[in-house]
Nanobody, 123 residues
Framework: VQLQASGGELVQAGDSLRLSCTSP????????VGWFRQTPGKEREFVSA????????QYAGSLKNRFTISRDNVKNIVYLQMNSLKPEDTAVYLC?????????????????WGQGTQVTVSS
């Protein structure tokens, strides 16, 4: 199962970005998908997750008001809309899928990981 996160770039504080998580062959289909972020020297941090087919979502408490996760089950893409970005949101963002349809919050809950996409927010 291969996953690919994309959409990261250098933006200014207050800007918005939408990240995408795709998988050749639709491997995100029928699986819960999560977004995590990581900065050097820190543990991987849970950002958000969405169940299959998308009824349930979870967010890190501090991000709930600014980030929105969604999925397009026809295109097999999971999105992370990030608004009002702050410099502390700077990180590599990774998407992951688990072998179950229900959401998880821990990195260990997810079985398949893709390469991340860099988000850099300048002040």
């Amino acid at each position: 199962v291969q996953l690919q996160a994309s959409g990261g770039e250098l933006v200014q504080a207050g800007d918005s970005l939408r990240l995408s998580c795709t998988s050749p062959g639709g491997a995100v289909s029928h699986r819960a998908v999560g977004w995590f972020r990581q900065t050097p020297g820190k543990e991987r941090e849970f950002v958000s997750a969405i169940s299959w087919p998308g009824r349930n979502t979870q967010y890190a408490g501090s991000l709930k008001n600014r980030f929105t996760i969604s999925r397009d089950n026809v295109k097999n893409i999971v999105y992370l809309q990030m608004n009002s970005l702050k410099p502390e949101d700077t990180a590599v963002y990774l998407c992951a899928a688990r072998g179950y349809s229900n959401v998880g919050r821990l990195a260990g809950d997810f079985d398949y990981w893709g390469q991340g996409t860099q988000v850099t927010v300048s002040s």
